[in-house]
C-alpha cells in the first residue's frame, strides 16, 4: 500500500506504538487530574475557600472530555492486542487476564462515581459529603493504572506459570500480576502520572498570569499544582533509583543499552548525551564517574553487566539511550523548577511569580508530556526483540495479517480526529466560560 514490501510485523509495531503513544497522553491525565481535583476541592473546603472549589469544578469538567477520548484509545489498544498480537494472548492471555478484566472494572467504578460528583455539584449542605464522592474517582483512577501497569510488568518479567511439552501449567494470576518488576513500575507510572498531571495544570495557570490575568484564583491555582509537582517531583526521582536497581538485576542488558555500557566493569560511569561510532566508541558524551555503578547497586564500586555478556541478537536498538536521557533530564528539570518555586514562595522577599520562573513553568507542561513519552518508548523498545522477554519474541507474536497498513491508515486518521476534537472542545469550553466571569457571577471578585 506504500509502495515498500510490506510486513505486518513492522506494521504492527507502528500502529501498535502509535496507539501506546495517543493514550499515554489520556491515560497520565486519567490517572492524575482526579488526584489534583481532589486536592483542590479539599483545600476548599479545609479553608473554607471557594476559588478552591471553583478550581475543582472546572478541572473537573476539563476532565470529561479527555475521558471520553481515553476510552476510545483504551478501547482500541485491547482490540489491538487481539488483532495484532494474536499469539501473545493465545500464549499468556489466560495467565495475565486478571488483571486486563481489574482493569475494566476500576474504570467503570470510577465513570460511575464520577458521574454521580459531577451531578450533585451544591446539592449537598455539608459540602464534604461532595467531597466524598470524588475519592473512589480518584481511587478508581489509580486502579486502572495499577492493572494496566502489571499487565506491563508481566511483558517484562513473565511469572505465574511454568511451561511443560509446550503447555501452560501452574498457571498463577495473582503470581503474574504481582511479578518482579510489578512494585517499581506501578510506581512509577503512578508518580510520574501525577507529576506530569501537576505541570500540565500549571503550566495553564502559569499562562494565565503571564497573560496578565493576575486574579487570587490563578495565583492559588499556581501554588497548589507546584507544590504538588515538589513533592511528586522527589517521589519520582526516588522510584526511578529503585527502577534502575531492578534492571540491573532482572534486565541488565536494557540498562546498559540504556547508558551505553559496552564492558563489563566497576565503578561505571553514567553516559550521557554523545554519539556512537560505527566500532560503537561513545564520543562527546558527558560522563559522570561512578555514577552507573551507584544506580544500579548503589555502591560505586559495583560491577555493572555490560552489553558484551549478550547475544547479538537478544540485544535492545542502541536509540533507546537517548530516550533514557530525555526522560531523565525533563524529571531532573521538573524537579529543579518546582522545588525551586517551593522555595521562593516561602521566602517573603522574593517574587515567585516572576516571569522567567513562570515560562519555566510553561515549558514544563510539554517537555512532562514528553518525559512520558520518552519513558514508555524506553520502556517497550528496550525490552526489543522480546515480546515477552524469554518466552516470545516481536516477530513470533506478531499477525500474519495483509491489512494491517489499511488499518494504520485508518487509526491515523481516527487519532487526528480525536486529538483535534478534543482540543477544540477545550478550548472552546474554556475561553466561552473564562473564569473571571464565572468569580463574577458568583461574587468572588
Not at 471520553?68 to 483504551?74: D, I, L, S
Not at 473512589?136 to 508481566?154: E, Q, Y
Not at 515560562?359 to 519513558?375: H, N
Amino acid at each position: 500500500m506504500f509502495g515498500v514490501d510490506y510486513d505486518p510485523v513492522l506494521y504492527s509495531r507502528i500502529l501498535t506504538g502509535l496507539t501506546l503513544a495517543v493514550h499515554v497522553i489520556f491515560a497520565t491525565v486519567g490517572v492524575g487530574v482526579p488526584l489534583m481535583i481532589a486536592l483542590a476541592e479539599w483545600m476548599g473546603i479545609k479553608r473554607n475557600d471557594e476559588h478552591y472549589r471553583l478550581l475543582a469544578r472546572r478541572w473537573a469538567r476539563g476532565f470529561v472530555i479527555t475521558v471520553a477520548v481515553g476510552v476510545v484509545t483504551g478501547t482500541a489498544i485491547g482490540l489491538q492486542l487481539s488483532l495484532l498480537w494474536p499469539n501473545l494472548m493465545q500464549l499468556a492471555g489466560h495467565v495475565i487476564s486478571l488483571p486486563l478484566f481489574m482493569e475494566t472494572f476500576a474504570f467503570f467504578f470510577e465513570a460511575i462515581f464520577l458521574g454521580i460528583y459531577l451531578y450533585t455539584w451544591d446539592r449537598f449542605k455539608k459540602k464534604i459529603y461532595h467531597f466524598i464522592l470524588l475519592i473512589p474517582v480518584a481511587i478508581g483512577a489509580m486502579a486502572s493504572g495499577f492493572f494496566i501497569s502489571t499487565v506491563n510488568s508481566f511483558m517484562n518479567s513473565p511469572s505465574g506459570f511454568e511451561i511443560e511439552n509446550g503447555v501452560l501449567t501452574n498457571i498463577s494470576p495473582l503470581g503474574a500480576m504481582f511479578n518482579p518488576a510489578t512494585p517499581t513500575k506501578v510506581a512509577h507510572v503512578l508518580s510520574s502520572a501525577y507529576l506530569t498531571t501537576a505541570f500540565v495544570l500549571a503550566g495553564i495557570a502559569a499562562i494565565a498570569i503571564l497573560r496578565g490575568r493576575n486574579h487570587v484564583y490563578h495565583k492559588k491555582a499556581l501554588n497548589l499544582t507546584m507544590t504538588a509537582a515538589a513533592v511528586f517531583a522527589i517521589s519520582t526521582a526516588v522510584i526511578g533509583d529503585l527502577s534502575g536497581k531492578y534492571l540491573a538485576e532482572y534486565q541488565p542488558e536494557k540498562l546498559a543499552a540504556a547508558e551505553w555500557h559496552f564492558e563489563t566493569s566497576t565503578e561505571a560511569p553514567l553516559i550521557l548525551g554523545g554519539y556512537l561510532t560505527e566500532d560503537n566508541k561513545v564520543k562527546y558524551a558527558l560522563e559522570i564517574p561512578y555514577a552507573l555503578s551507584i544506580l544500579a547497586h548503589g555502591d560505586p564500586g559495583s560491577e555493572v553487566i555490560g552489553l558484551e555478556e549478550f547475544p547479538e541478537e537478544e540485544l535492545p536498538p542502541l536509540v533507546v539511550h537517548y530516550f533514557f536521557d530525555l526522560m531523565v533530564g525533563i524529571g531532573m528539570f521538573l524537579a529543579l523548577v518546582s522545588i525551586l518555586y517551593v522555595v521562593i514562595a516561602r521566602v517573603k522577599k522574593w517574587n515567585e511569580w516572576n516571569r522567567p520562573l513562570l515560562w519555566a513553568i510553561v515549558a514544563g507542561s510539554p517537555l512532562a508530556l514528553l518525559a512520558i513519552e520518552m519513558g514508555w518508548f524506553f520502556a517497550e523498545l528496550g525490552r526489543q526483540p522480546w515480546l515477552l522477554v524469554g518466552y516470545m519474541t516481536v516477530s513470533e507474536g506478531a499477525t500474519t495479517s495483509e491489512h494491517v497498513d489499511l488499518m494504520l491508515v485508518l487509526f491515523i486518521i481516527l487519532y487526528a480526529v480525536l486529538c483535534t476534537t478534543c482540543l477544540t472542545v477545550l478550548r472552546r469550553m474554556f475561553k466561552n466560560n473564562p473564569v473571571e466571569k464565572e468569580l463574577q457571577d458568583k461574587g468572588m471578585e
